[in-house]
């Protein structure tokens, strides 16, 4: 989003349009697009993490940047957070004597696993792996991953490599388990060793 106010100064701010104040209803309300536009049995994300405006503490703005992502596995729920984004952002600014730019785009697609490849891809980690740690029916997770594109074009699956009890990745206390490598080298051994004909 691209917010439009009017800078002017902090001391007077009546004669301008405060983009801060008003990208702060706009976070509040796209909240409310989950908890009240999407079936509650169907499963979404809208989340702004990202806020930039002003550069000094006397100055109201002219303009105010947010960006973030938002998180569905159905096409229809993805298209009703658009719409509400669009409807929502435009209301509020407007309601401010503001104006706002939304720049929604769709990048990811839903990473689905193709079965088939599923129970091939875990039937080699049974192999590698110590006992009962292969989990071939784990919760989805809202994540984006690059892999989803290759999903689209050819089957296969996508797998998860456990780090043990860490922080998650996009934090600042992760630590990859570098005792992981060994098994991650034998699993993709395996695989080689199980899907390509024996040469002659």
């Not at 049995?41 to 809208?46: D, H, Q």
């Not at 960006?67 to 009703?80: A, C, I, L, M």
């Amino acid at each position: 989003y691209r917010d439009e106010g009017k800078g002017t100064h902090a001391a007077r701010p009546h004669t301008g349009v405060d983009p801060v104040l008003v990208g702060s209803h706009i976070i509040t309300a796209l909240q409310s697009i989950v908890a009240r536009r999407v079936d509650p049995l169907e499963s979404a994300v809208v989340s702004i993490c990202v806020f930039q405006a002003g550069h000094a503490n006397n100055v109201i703005p002219q303009t105010a940047r947010l960006k973030g992502t938002v998180r569905s596995f159905s096409p229809k729920v993805r298209d009703t957070l658009e719409e509400q984004i669009h409807t929502l952002a435009g209301g509020i600014a407007k309601s401010f004597g503001a104006s706002v730019n939304v720049d929604f785009r769709r990048s990811y697609p839903v990473l689905v696993n193709e079965a088939e490849a599923t129970n091939f891809a875990a039937m080699n980690a049974q192999k590698i792996a110590p006992s009962g740690t292969v989990n071939k029916t784990m919760t989805p997770v809202m994540g984006g991953e690059d892999f989803a594109f290759f999903l689209e074009e050819k089957p296969g699956a996508f797998i998860f490599a456990g780090n043990g009890d860490t922080a998650p990745v996009h934090n600042p206390c992760y630590d990859f388990n570098d005792k992981l490598i060994p098994y991650g080298i034998a699993y993709w051994k395996a695989l080689v060793e199980n899907s390509l004909p024996l040469s002659a």
